[in-house]
């Protein structure tokens, strides 16, 4: 293997195409709690922080989103985005997301970056997945 100049440091960020911006955002900042780093609104690009990580919201109806071709018939942008959470508490984190009429997994345990642990699976306003891990 080459040796490589650099040193990998985790997920930069995540691009999500959204149809429907509105309810992204309000999905991701409101219900999983991200805030808005910078809003680009000339590009219709919205970057969220997620703890050391972004997922950034490109509206489909923007100018970059509309660069990208059009959006999938049928299907998702992206198969899943996993955030590290702590604590991880099955009952609350359930329960937040029920109280915001959204259908959370029960926990099961995954293989993640810092290995095996649990995680819960949901999915945003457009299919696309989150997988909350536990942290640790």
């Known amino acids: 293997m080459t040796t490589l100049p650099y040193t990998l440091g985790g997920i930069d960020h995540v691009v999500i195409r959204a149809k429907d ?20 609104e000339p590009l219709g690009l919205w970057h969220l922080d997620a703890g ?13 989103g509309a660069a990208g071709g059009p959006a999938p018939d049928a299907g998702r942008n992206v198969d899943h985005v996993a955030l590290k959470v702590a604590p991880f508490d099955e009952a609350a984190i359930r329960a937040h997301f029920a109280a915001h009429g959204i259908e959370a997994e029960e926990a099961k345990t995954r293989f993640g970056a810092e290995g095996d642990g649990p995680s819960i699976y949901l999915r945003d306003p457009e299919g696309n997945g989150v997988e909350l891990k536990a942290k640790g």
């Open 21 to 40: 911006i509105e309810r992204m955002l309000g999905f991701y900042r409101d219900v999983i709690g991200l805030t808005v780093a910078k809003h680009n």
């Open 52 to 64: 050391g990580s972004m997922i950034d919201l490109v509206d489909m109806n923007g100018k970059l």
